[in-house]
Structures are given as C-alpha cells and as structure tokens.
C-alpha cells in the first residue's frame, strides 16, 4: 500500500474535479460550443445553459439571478467586487475595513486602495482565527464606505460570523456595504445572502470539485460598482469577456452535486479530521491550530522545531499531498499571516502544515496519514534534538 498510495489532502488549494463535471464540461464543448453573445440559434442554446447555471447558483445562496455574473475564479471576483465597489464610491467615503488573515487575493487589493488614497483598518483576531468584532464595529463611522470579511479561513477552517458582523454594521451605518469571500465556504456551508446581510460575496468552482477557471461574484441590486474590466459588455458590464460556457456548465453541475451530498459530507469529513487530529496530539512537541467550532474539511497543525518544507518532503515521499498554508503564497519564503495574526510563536508557524479534506477522502486514507505521521515525526524531531 505504502509504495503505490496517492493521497490529496490538499483540497483547500483545489480540488480534484468529480466525474459527473468532467462529463458535462466534455459535453458542453462538444454541443454548446457557440459564443452565448450571438444571434443565431446556437448562441441562443449557449446562453440558455449559462442562465440555467445562473438560475441554480442564485438559488443556493438565496440571491435573484440577475445578481450573481460569473468569472474567472475567486481572484477575479475579489478585484472586481472590491476594488470596483470601492473606486465606485469613493465619493461618499474612504475608509475601508477588513481583517488580518484574508486570502492574498483581498488583501492585495486593499493595498492598490492605500496607494489610491483610501484608509484601511486590519481588525485582529483571537487566538482561534476567529476575527474581533468588536474591533471592527469601534471602527466603524460615516466615513466607512465598506467592511470586508471572509467567511472562512482558507488556512485555518476558523469560521467568521459574518451574519453578526454585517448585521451590526449597518446598524451603525446603514450605507456601510458588505463583502465577504466565501470561497472556502461556498457549498460547504449554507449561506443566505438576505439573512445574512451580505451585499457581495465571492466564490470559486473548482474549491467544491469543479473546473478551475470559472468562478461568480453576488452583488446585490442596489450596489453600484466600477468595472476594471473593459470589452464586450457581457455580463450586464461588469465582467466582459467571452462565456466560458463549458466551465460555467461545470461549475453547475459541481454545485448540484454539492447542494445534495452537504451535510453527509460534513459528517464524514468532520470523522476524517477528528482521526489525524486525535493522532497529532499524541506526538510531542505539536499545536492544533484548528477547531472544533472551524470548518471540518481545514486541519492545521504546527510541528515545533521543524520545517514545513521538510514535512511536506516527507509525506510526499510516503504518498501524502498536502501544504504548508495558502497555494497562493506558499512560495514566498515568510511565515503564514494567519498564524502570525493569532499569535503563533515563529517556531510553531515555520512548522505549520495544512491538512484539507473533500469527499472523495475515507477514514482508510485517514487512518494511513496518521500512522505515517506517528513514524515520521520522531524521527524528524530527533534530527533536531527533540524529545
């Protein structure tokens, strides 16, 4: 078994696309290739699988169709719904908050804003991930135009409370918007964008087995923003750019799968985590970064005194793929933001590893992963004079 495994635990970075969306995207080139802009009659075919799309995704989060506009992935959806809010709306104030611990892709954005002019409040977190509310509402005046706010930890799996945040927000400044970047929760968690006060949020297919290279943005209605990409007009303005109607049917079809299979695949998942959680605490020298109260499908742990890089070599050469924080930033040579931000000492971040389960994972693979780990890591920490 050991010299034949493969085993992805990386399924945060992305996941491995199921059957079912392979079939549809290989079908949707085949049979619906044409350009959903054009008048004749494939066009026509193309768009009305692009709106069936549309129609599914604004169900699941509770949102009308002519809200949600699809785009390349979680990137792009984060720069257009910020950066286009923001510029949009300058006018009526230029504060901006936001937390510590966003993905890369936000939190770059918010440093293009503080070049243009605008003020940007980082709130803290609490040693669980978890961010300060408190923080954020003390910062709150007239002159905040938004509050940004993800829904989970890319990192970590700690869960924000984005439903209590927002809500208390707009009671303090009504025409304060919300965003949240739900990438890491979209079909894993249900969301409301109405009861939860959410005025845009992101998302990503291929972080809940879909195709990569496709994603959408919810703005509501009343929001108005500033299109930084300029072309054809598809999607009302907002994000021109021909269709990618294969990616958008797969996205769909990953979303359909999900939609059924949520809370089963919580349940199992949450049994895979708990077993390599239960075996790291059995090993000296380790901190469970994650808990109970995060996402069950996020696991991360710190070995003291090691090296990320050195554990990854590791389990990859025992089958085991998984890694050492955000792919996005993983090879930059720093310690995680994250785990700095909740306080971690610089011995515990360098030693970070994130596990990241889907469904496809079983509690065998579970099992296998925390044997390796028991074998592993006391040889590794003697290396380094840990006992």
């Known amino acids: 078994m050991e010299n034949h495994i493969d085993i992805y635990m990386d399924n945060s970075a992305t996941t491995r696309p199921y059957d079912e969306v392979c079939d549809t995207v ?33 169900k699941m989060i509770n949102a009308s169709e002519d ?27 230029n504060k901006i908050i936001t937390t510590l611990v966003e993905h890369p892709a936000v939190l770059e954005c918010y440093k293009k804003l503080e070049e243009e002019g605008f003020e940007v409040f980082y709130a803290p977190v609490f040693e669980n991930g978890v961010v300060d509310t408190d923080a954020i509402l003390k910062e709150v005046d007239e002159n905040t135009i938004l509050v940004s706010v993800m829904h989970v930890n890319n990192e970590t799996g700690a869960i924000m409370p984005i439903g209590e945040i927002s809500k208390s ?6 025409n304060c918007a919300f965003f949240t970047d739900a ?9 409301d964008v109405e009861t939860q006060n959410i005025d845009m949020l992101s998302s990503s297919a291929h972080k809940i087995g879909g195709p990569n ?11 108005r923003i500033e299109t930084p990409v300029f072309g054809g007009g598809q999607e009302k303005t907002i994000r021109s750019g021909t269709h990618n109607v294969a990616g958008i049917m797969g996205f769909l079809k990953a979303c359909e799968i999900k939609k059924n299979s949520m809370d089963p695949d919580r349940e199992k998942i949450k049994e895979i985590k708990k077993y390599i959680e239960n075996t790291v605490k059995e090993i000296p020298h380790t901190k469970i970064n994650s808990t109970d109260e995060g996402l069950e499908y996020i696991l991360n742990v710190s070995f003291e005194g090691l090296k990320s890089e050195v554990i990854l070599h590791v389990l990859e ?16 040579v720093h310690t995680s933001h994250v785990l700095d931000a909740m306080g971690l000492k610089k011995k515990e971040a360098e030693g970070a590893i994130r596990f990241s389960f889907s469904a ?18 006391p040889i590794l920490q003697k290396t380094v004079n840990l006992r």
């Open 67 to 93: 809200e949600i506009y699809f785009t390349s992935g979680g990137t792009e959806s984060d720069n257009i719904a910020i950066l286009g809010y923001c510029r949009k709306n300058k006018r009526r104030g």
């Open 213 to 223: 290279g496709v994603g959408y943005i919810y703005i509501m209605k009343k929001i």
């Open 317 to 332: 050469s025992n089958g085991i793929y998984v890694s050492s924080g955000s792919a996005c930033s993983s090879k930059k």
């Open 183 to 191: 990438v890491q929760s979209f079909g894993k968690l249900e969301i």
């Open 26 to 58: 290989l079908d949707t080139m085949k049979n619906f290739y044409a350009n959903p802009s054009s008048l004749h009659n494939l066009g026509k075919y193309a768009e009305d699988k692009v709106s069936e799309a549309r129609r599914f995704i604004a």
């Open 169 to 174: 927000v707009k009671t303090k400044n009504p």
């Open 360 to 377: 496809f994972n079983t509690i065998d693979e579970a099992k296998y992963v925390a044997s390796v780990l028991k074998r592993e890591i």
